[in-house]
C-alpha cells in the first residue's frame, strides 16, 4: 500500500515521528517495512488506538515496570550480611549483586529487556526498576555470600569452580566431589564473582574416590615450582590452607629471591591452582584505598616484585590475614555507605624488602627461592604447556590432599601454639599422614628465625641487647634515658629511627614483644601510673628469663669481677658465675649454678609486707606495686 492508495482520512507519518513497533509485531519485519499512513499503523496492532506523537511509546515508570517484572520472572533477591543486595537464579549458587559494572544484575536485566522488546531501556528506567529491586531485597534475611570458598557447619567446605557452568566442588572428611548445579544439584552456599574471577582447572572425574587418591600427581607440582625440598611443606601446606580454612588466618606467604629464581611463576602457579584470575599478579598499591579494591576482588592476592613494605601496608596486610573491615560513602550517595569485609590468602614476592615489621613477622611465610641453573632453564612456552597438562592432575591430587587434612585436624595436638596456630595445624596434620616430613619444625624454625630479622633492624632492641642488665623494671622514659645514656654518650649521633619519646618506646615494646619472647626475653607490662600517664616494664635478659623462678635466690648484687656465661653443650642448662681472674672455688652446687640477681624475691615488701611477684623488689624495698604507687 502507498500514498496514493490511503483514503481521504488517512494521512502521511513522517519518518521522525515513526514509533517504536508495538509489543506484539516483530521488530525486524516493522522497520523493513515500516508504516506510511496512518490507516497503516493502525492495522497492524489493535493495540495502537491513536496517532504517533513525539513522546515516547512507552512512560519510562512503564518500561521500569516491566524491567521489575523481568526480574522478578528470572531471580530471587536477597542482602548480604554486609549489606550488599543481589539477585540469583533459582538453584544457581552464584549470585549477581545488584550493582557493580558489568557483572552486576543491572546490565543482566538491560540485556534480558533488549532481547524481549528489541529496544535498550534508558539509564533512568534501569535507574527506577533498581531501586524497587534493592527495596524488594532489603526485605529478605541477611545472608552469607562467598567469594570462591565456603565453609559449612558439617565439615563440608565448598569451592566455587568460576566456570560458566557454575560447577562447585565439595570437600568433606570422607572425599570431594563435583556438584552441576543446572543439573539440579543443590548447594547450600552462594558465592559471588568478579571480573577477575576465572575458572579452576576442573578434575577429570567427579569424585576423589575413582580420581586423584595418590599423592604422587602431587610431584609434578615441584616440576614447574623452583621450590627446596625443605620449604615443601611449608608452601604444601598453605596451598591446602588456601583451600579449606576459609574462616581463620592463613599466612602471608612471601617468595624472595634474586632476579631469576622463578618468584613470579611460582606465584602464578599458585594462584592457578587457587584463585585463577585475568591479572593473577598485582603491582604493588600505592595506598590503603587502592589495597581494599585490590582484596576485595580476589580470594588469593597476589603481589608482584614488591620492593618495600611501607607502615600502612604493613598494617593493612595484617587486617587483610585476621580479617579487615572498611567502610566508604556509596558513589553518588551523600549518607549511604558501603562495607567491604574480607580475609584473605595473599602472595607477596620480590628481591629484598628489608627486615619485616613485628606484627608482620608473626604473620608471614617466608620462601627463600635459589637461583636456577642454566641447565634446568626451560622457555616459557614449555613451561606453560607443561603446567597447563598437569593443572587437572595436580589439582585433583590437591583436593584428594584436603579431604585427608580436614579428617586428621580433629586428631592434631599442638604443644605450643604459634600466631598461625590454624596453619600450624594444617603442617602437622600432613606430617601425621605422611605427605610431608618436618614440616610443622620447620615453620617453627623460620618463626625464630624471622623473629631475630626483626628485631635486628630496631636500633632500640639492638641496644637492650647490648646495654641492658639482667633484669629491667622501670617506665619506658627510664629505659628510654638508660639506653641512651649507655649506647649513645656524651651526645653522640643517634640514628635516625630511634624514638623520641616514652609513647615511641611503648609502641615498640609492644610490637616486639612476640618477637622478643621467641628470642628468650621475659616482657611483661606492669600497673600503669595514672598521673605520670607512663607505663611500667619487666625485661628479662633470655639467659636469666630461662631459669625457673624458684632457683632465682637472694644473692648479693653480682660483682665486678663476675660475668655471667652460658654452658655451650646445654642449650637448656642455667647461667654459670664464674670469677675473672681466678679459678672457682669449690662451693656448694646452688651457689654455683644461681646468677646474682639484683632482686630479693624472699623478703617481704616494706610497706604492704607482702612477698613481691616474680619481679621481686626494688632499690628502695618496695614491690613493683607498691614502688609505683608512692607519691
Given at each position: 500500500?502507498?500514498?496514493?492508495?490511503?483514503?481521504?482520512?488517512?494521512?502521511?507519518?513522517?519518518?521522525?515521528?515513526?514509533?517504536?513497533?508495538?509489543?506484539?509485531?516483530?521488530?525486524?519485519?516493522?522497520?523493513?517495512?515500516?508504516?506510511?499512513?496512518?490507516?497503516?499503523?493502525?492495522?497492524?496492532?489493535?493495540?495502537?488506538?491513536?496517532?504517533?506523537?513525539?513522546?515516547?511509546?512507552?512512560?519510562?515508570?512503564?518500561?521500569?515496570?516491566?524491567?521489575?517484572?523481568?526480574?522478578?520472572?528470572?531471580?530471587?533477591?536477597?542482602?548480604?550480611?554486609?549489606?550488599?543486595?543481589?539477585?540469583?537464579?533459582?538453584?544457581?549458587?552464584?549470585?549477581?549483586?545488584?550493582?557493580?559494572?558489568?557483572?552486576?544484575?543491572?546490565?543482566?536485566?538491560?540485556?534480558?529487556?533488549?532481547?524481549?522488546?528489541?529496544?535498550?531501556?534508558?539509564?533512568?528506567?534501569?535507574?527506577?526498576?533498581?531501586?524497587?529491586?534493592?527495596?524488594?531485597?532489603?526485605?529478605?534475611?541477611?545472608?552469607?555470600?562467598?567469594?570462591?570458598?565456603?565453609?559449612?557447619?558439617?565439615?563440608?567446605?565448598?569451592?566455587?569452580?568460576?566456570?560458566?557452568?557454575?560447577?562447585?566442588?565439595?570437600?568433606?572428611?570422607?572425599?570431594?566431589?563435583?556438584?552441576?548445579?543446572?543439573?539440579?544439584?543443590?548447594?547450600?552456599?552462594?558465592?559471588?564473582?568478579?571480573?577477575?574471577?576465572?575458572?579452576?582447572?576442573?578434575?577429570?572425574?567427579?569424585?576423589?574416590?575413582?580420581?586423584?587418591?595418590?599423592?604422587?600427581?602431587?610431584?609434578?607440582?615441584?616440576?614447574?615450582?623452583?621450590?627446596?625440598?625443605?620449604?615443601?611443606?611449608?608452601?604444601?601446606?598453605?596451598?591446602v590452607a588456601a583451600l579449606c580454612q576459609p574462616d581463620v588466618p592463613r599466612p602471608i606467604l612471601a617468595l624472595f629471591g634474586e632476579q631469576g629464581t622463578g618468584k613470579s611463576t611460582a606465584a602464578k602457579v599458585l594462584v592457578a591452582l587457587t584463585d585463577p584470575s585475568a591479572a593473577p599478579l598485582r603491582k604493588p598499591p600505592r595506598d590503603a584505598d587502592a589495597w581494599?579494591?585490590?582484596?576485595?576482588?580476589?580470594?588469593?592476592?597476589?603481589?608482584?616484585?614488591?620492593?618495600?613494605?611501607?607502615?600502612?601496608?604493613?598494617?593493612?596486610?595484617?587486617?587483610?590475614?585476621?580479617?579487615?573491615?572498611?567502610?566508604?560513602?556509596?558513589?553518588?550517595?551523600?549518607?549511604?555507605?558501603?562495607?567491604?569485609?574480607?580475609?584473605?590468602?595473599?602472595?607477596?614476592?620480590?628481591?629484598?624488602?628489608?627486615?619485616?615489621?613485628?606484627?608482620?613477622?608473626?604473620?608471614?611465610?617466608?620462601?627463600?627461592?635459589?637461583?636456577?641453573?642454566?641447565?634446568?632453564?626451560?622457555?616459557?612456552?614449555?613451561?606453560?604447556?607443561?603446567?597447563?597438562?598437569?593443572?587437572?592432575?595436580?589439582?585433583?591430587?590437591?583436593?584428594?590432599?584436603?579431604?585427608?587434612?580436614?579428617?586428621?585436624?580433629?586428631?592434631?595436638?599442638?604443644?605450643?601454639?604459634?600466631?598461625?596456630?590454624?596453619?600450624?595445624?594444617?603442617?602437622?596434620?600432613?606430617?601425621?599422614?605422611?605427605?610431608?616430613?618436618?614440616?610443622?619444625?620447620?615453620?617453627?624454625?623460620?618463626?625464630?628465625?624471622?623473629?631475630?630479622?626483626?628485631?635486628?633492624?630496631?636500633?632500640?632492641?639492638?641496644?637492650?641487647?647490648?646495654?641492658?642488665?639482667?633484669?629491667?623494671?622501670?617506665?619506658?622514659?627510664?629505659?628510654?634515658?638508660?639506653?641512651?645514656?649507655?649506647?649513645?654518650?656524651?651526645?653522640?649521633?643517634?640514628?635516625?629511627?630511634?624514638?623520641?619519646?616514652?609513647?615511641?618506646?611503648?609502641?615498640?615494646?609492644?610490637?616486639?614483644?612476640?618477637?622478643?619472647?621467641?628470642?628468650?626475653?621475659?616482657?611483661?607490662?606492669?600497673?600503669?601510673?595514672?598521673?605520670?600517664?607512663?607505663?611500667?616494664?619487666?625485661?628479662?635478659?633470655?639467659?636469666?628469663?630461662?631459669?625457673?623462678?624458684?632457683?632465682?635466690?637472694?644473692?648479693?648484687?653480682?660483682?665486678?669481677?663476675?660475668?655471667?656465661?652460658?654452658?655451650?653443650?646445654?642449650?637448656?642448662?642455667?647461667?654459670?658465675?664464674?670469677?675473672?681472674?681466678?679459678?672457682?672455688?669449690?662451693?656448694?652446687?646452688?651457689?654455683?649454678?644461681?646468677?646474682?640477681?639484683?632482686?630479693?624475691?624472699?623478703?617481704?615488701?616494706?610497706?604492704?609486707?607482702?612477698?613481691?611477684?616474680?619481679?621481686?623488689?626494688?632499690?628502695?624495698?618496695?614491690?613493683?606495686?607498691?614502688?609505683?604507687?608512692?607519691?
Amino acid at each position: 500500500m502507498n500514498t496514493n492508495q490511503a483514503n481521504a482520512e488517512s494521512y502521511r507519518v513522517p519518518d521522525e515521528l515513526l514509533p517504536e513497533p508495538p509489543d506484539d509485531l516483530d521488530y525486524d519485519d516493522y522497520w523493513a517495512n515500516p508504516p506510511e499512513t496512518s490507516d497503516e499503523l493502525n492495522s497492524m496492532s489493535a493495540n495502537y488506538n491513536a496517532p504517533p506523537d513525539t513522546g515516547e511509546t512507552d512512560s519510562k515508570g512503564s518500561i521500569a515496570d516491566k524491567l521489575v517484572a523481568l526480574a522478578e520472572e528470572r531471580c530471587d533477591f536477597g542482602v548480604t550480611e554486609d549489606g550488599a543486595t543481589f539477585g540469583r537464579r533459582d538453584g544457581s549458587p552464584v549470585v549477581r549483586m545488584l550493582r557493580g559494572g558489568n557483572t552486576s544484575l543491572r546490565s543482566e536485566l538491560a540485556n534480558a529487556y533488549r532481547k524481549a522488546h528489541r529496544k535498550t531501556p534508558s539509564s533512568q528506567a534501569l535507574a527506577d526498576a533498581m531501586s524497587v529491586i534493592e527495596g524488594m531485597a532489603q526485605d529478605a534475611e541477611p545472608t552469607p555470600v562467598a567469594l570462591r570458598v565456603a565453609a559449612t557447619p558439617d565439615q563440608r567446605v565448598w569451592l566455587d569452580v568460576g566456570d560458566k557452568a557454575e560447577h562447585v566442588i565439595c570437600l568433606t572428611p570422607q572425599g570431594w566431589h563435583v556438584y552441576a548445579p543446572n543439573s539440579g544439584d543443590r548447594v547450600p552456599v552462594l558465592f559471588r564473582r568478579t571480573k577477575l574471577t576465572g575458572p579452576l582447572p576442573l578434575p577429570a572425574s567427579t569424585a576423589s574416590e575413582e580420581y586423584g587418591q595418590s599423592l604422587s600427581d602431587m610431584g609434578e607440582l615441584w616440576d614447574v615450582l623452583n621450590v627446596a625440598a625443605p620449604d615443601r611443606p611449608l608452601v604444601l601446606g598453605w596451598l591446602v590452607a588456601a583451600l579449606c580454612q576459609p574462616d581463620v588466618p592463613r599466612p602471608i606467604l612471601a617468595l624472595f629471591g634474586e632476579q631469576g629464581t622463578g618468584k613470579s611463576t611460582a606465584a602464578k602457579v599458585l594462584v592457578a591452582l587457587t584463585d585463577p584470575s585475568a591479572a593473577p599478579l598485582r603491582k604493588p598499591p600505592r595506598d590503603a584505598d587502592a589495597w581494599v579494591n585490590t582484596a576485595q576482588a580476589s580470594w588469593v592476592v597476589a603481589i608482584d616484585n614488591l620492593s618495600e613494605i611501607r607502615d600502612w601496608f604493613s598494617d593493612s596486610l595484617c587486617r587483610a590475614v585476621t580479617g579487615d573491615a572498611d567502610v566508604r560513602r556509596r558513589l553518588y550517595s551523600d549518607e549511604d555507605v558501603t562495607v567491604f569485609n574480607f580475609m584473605r590468602s595473599i602472595i607477596l614476592n620480590g628481591i629484598d624488602v628489608g627486615a619485616l615489621r613485628g606484627d608482620l613477622a608473626d604473620r608471614a611465610l617466608v620462601v627463600t627461592l635459589a637461583p636456577i641453573a642454566e641447565s634446568r632453564r626451560r622457555s616459557e612456552h614449555d613451561l606453560n604447556q607443561s603446567r597447563e597438562a598437569a593443572y587437572p592432575r595436580v589439582f585433583a591430587a590437591l583436593l584428594g590432599l584436603c579431604c585427608r587434612v580436614l579428617a586428621e585436624l580433629p586428631n592434631v595436638k599442638l604443644d605450643s601454639s604459634p600466631r598461625m596456630a590454624d596453619y600450624a595445624r594444617v603442617l602437622a596434620a600432613l606430617d601425621q599422614i605422611g605427605a610431608t616430613t618436618g614440616g610443622l619444625d620447620r615453620y617453627n624454625e623460620q618463626a625464630r628465625s624471622l623473629a631475630a630479622d626483626t628485631l635486628s633492624a630496631e636500633p632500640v632492641v639492638l641496644a637492650m641487647q647490648e646495654h641492658l642488665s639482667d633484669t629491667f623494671t622501670g617506665t619506658s622514659a627510664e629505659l628510654l634515658d638508660q639506653l641512651e645514656a649507655a649506647a649513645y654518650p656524651e651526645g653522640a649521633r643517634k640514628p635516625s629511627d630511634w624514638p623520641k619519646n616514652a609513647r615511641a618506646v611503648t609502641s615498640i615494646l609492644k610490637r616486639n614483644a612476640p618477637a622478643l619472647r621467641k628470642q628468650g626475653w621475659d616482657v611483661s607490662e606492669g600497673a600503669k601510673d595514672p598521673r605520670a600517664r607512663s607505663t611500667t616494664w619487666h625485661l628479662t635478659r633470655p639467659e636469666i628469663a630461662r631459669i625457673p623462678h624458684s632457683q632465682r635466690s637472694t644473692l648479693a648484687p653480682e660483682p665486678e669481677n663476675l660475668r655471667v656465661t652460658s654452658d655451650t653443650s646445654n642449650k637448656n642448662a642455667p647461667s654459670l658465675v664464674e670469677p675473672l681472674d681466678e679459678a672457682p672455688a669449690p662451693s656448694e652446687p646452688a651457689q654455683v649454678t644461681q646468677p646474682a640477681l639484683l632482686l630479693n624475691l624472699e623478703r617481704p615488701c616494706k610497706r604492704c609486707g607482702n612477698l613481691p611477684d616474680k619481679h621481686g623488689l626494688g632499690d628502695t624495698g618496695l614491690c613493683v606495686k607498691c614502688e609505683t604507687s608512692q607519691p
